[in-house]
DNA sequence: AGACTGATGTCAGAATCTGTCATCACGGTA
DNA sequence: TACCGTGATGACAGATTCTGACATCAGTCT
């Protein structure tokens, strides 16, 4: 059932929501965590029960996105090459990326600071790794799976990056195509 | 001059051994900065005029293996295409890798620690927007500075294990140059 | 001699993060 | 109805990381 409880419910979003807009209204290191959860109504020792640490409150949606990506890496062609067996992956998982105003004040906020920066190549590390564990599993060896897991998260990196750019429009599938197209430029023989 | 003062001479060398040391005894987060400091003859407050944070002690090296790829990209054949370029850099960078031993402690130790983890992928991404930059400033353009910088990158890593793998005997250079060819395979199309 | 410099020490304090126990509405059960 | 768990939250104490401000003090320069 779903016990909407006596509490207010949306602990977790209402510290998400709280966290950035005090982020984007006075910076990262000028919030403290105290703020957040005064905002959110709840207790800082609340924030660190749905957060491991003051980081990861900008990264709740990263499992979605892992866990998106390993399904869809389950469902793509086997007869495929691994890169491109990956980049379906990727490709599909970025139906996730809808908002891309919300998605472009969040990059905004993370490319500010060091610390943020570096978790999010951690998660992105995830990823590759996540996906190299998917590869492995339907039989692609390594050193090819570590590789064509770094490879597609580096298109994805690219694309990404593209999709947030002012006045960009197109999807974020052509985005990933064409940045493979890149890549394969730039490491042909 | 160099005014041998009147403290103890080298400090931050001093500040690196004893945080390898403590690491490896009882572990990262057993080991409290006001332990290094004690170890190393210094104050807490000592350390931090050093480091800018508990991490940075195992990285220390990290920037002069930047300042090799970046001068030693100055010199690769403008000839070549940007990947290659890359690679060759690496290669003349990984002459600073001597001794495997300590290489193998310290991977051990970072790699036991997420927070460590993060740091080391911060250093890899500084290290690959610098390739990316010396590209550029040779005329390489977008996005093939940043996919050659960051494919060249990931081939390091996979070298890189290769490298500190037990029983691995062979130089880094050949392995940098295996692990391209093996980059080839996977994103060829 | 006296001023200056630079590495270090001392101290206070803010912020992050953890462990532990208390609270208290809700839901089920006797 | 009365009782008892359960689970999210609060309250509080404390360890650790990291910063700012000021003091110290051997050597150097003039």
Redesign the interface.
């Known amino acids: 059932m779903r016990p909407v409880g006596r509490w207010q419910p949306g602990a977790a979003g209402r510290l998400q929501r709280a966290a950035m807009e005090l982020f984007v209204e006075r910076g990262y290191d000028q919030t403290t965590v105290a703020e957040i959860a005064e905002r959110a109504e709840l207790t800082e020792r609340t924030f660190f029960r749905y957060y491991a640490d003051k980081r990861e409150v900008l990264f709740a949606g990263s499992s979605l996105l892992q866990d998106a990506l390993v399904a869809a890496l389950r469902e793509a062609d086997e007869g495929l ?3 491109e067996q990956v980049v379906v992956a990727l490709e599909a998982a970025g139906e996730l990326f809808i908002d891309r105003h919300h998605a472009r004040r969040r990059h905004v906020v993370i490319s500010a600071h ?1 610390e943020l ?3 999010e ?2 998660k992105m ?1 995830a990823l590759s790794a996540a996906l190299a564990d998917g590869l492995r599993a339907r039989g692609v060896s390594e ?2 799976a ?3 897991a ?2 597609g998260v ?2 994805f ?2 694309a990404f990056e593209r999709w947030i750019a002012p006045k960009e429009t197109r999807d974020f599938r052509a985005l990933m195509r064409e ?1 493979l197209g ?8």
């Open positions: 090459p691994p890169i060091a920066r570096e978790r190549l951690l590390a050193p090819t570590t590789l064509s770094e490879a580096a298109v990196k690219v940045s890149d890549l394969r430029v730039a490491t042909a023989r």
